[in-house]
């Protein structure tokens, strides 16, 4: 089992930039993936990075060249660095851990970004 909290999330300026943390807890060593997910108002949850336990990442196209995601394997925390920030990008984001021996998945329990002057 894993346990996720997020951190970070808050309302920002466009243009303005703003890192999430996710700090996973318990059985991590069987983590094979952690990602950054989002759900605007009216939309389905879609990806947003992710980050493999070998450093492969992937980008939704919507952030490339904005958004970076990163881990601290020291700490076991992920991170999405959320620069030039749109409008577009006001959502609840989601960590998320994909486990390596089972088809579970873990959720932390979301943090509001807002975008807005």
């Known amino acids: 089992q894993v346990q996720l909290v997020e951190s970070g999330g808050g309302l920002v300026q466009p243009g303005g930039s703003l890192r999430l943390s996710c700090a996973a807890s318990?059985?991590?060593?069987?983590?094979?993936?952690m990602g950054w997910y989002r759900q605007a108002p009216g939309k389905q949850r879609e990806l947003v990075a992710s980050?493999?336990?070998?450093?492969?990442?992937d980008y939704a196209d919507s952030v490339k060249g904005r958004f970076t995601i990163s881990r601290d394997n020291a700490k076991n925390t992920v991170y999405l660095q959320m620069n030039t920030v749109k409008p577009e990008d006001t959502a609840v984001y989601y960590c998320?851990?994909?486990?390596?021996?089972?088809?579970?998945?873990?959720w932390g329990q979301g943090t509001q970004v807002t975008v807005s002057s």
């Open positions: 318990g059985s991590v060593f069987n983590i094979y993936a």
């Open positions: 998320n851990a994909q486990m390596i021996f089972t088809p579970y998945n873990y």
């Open positions: 980050i493999t336990s070998g450093g492969s990442t």
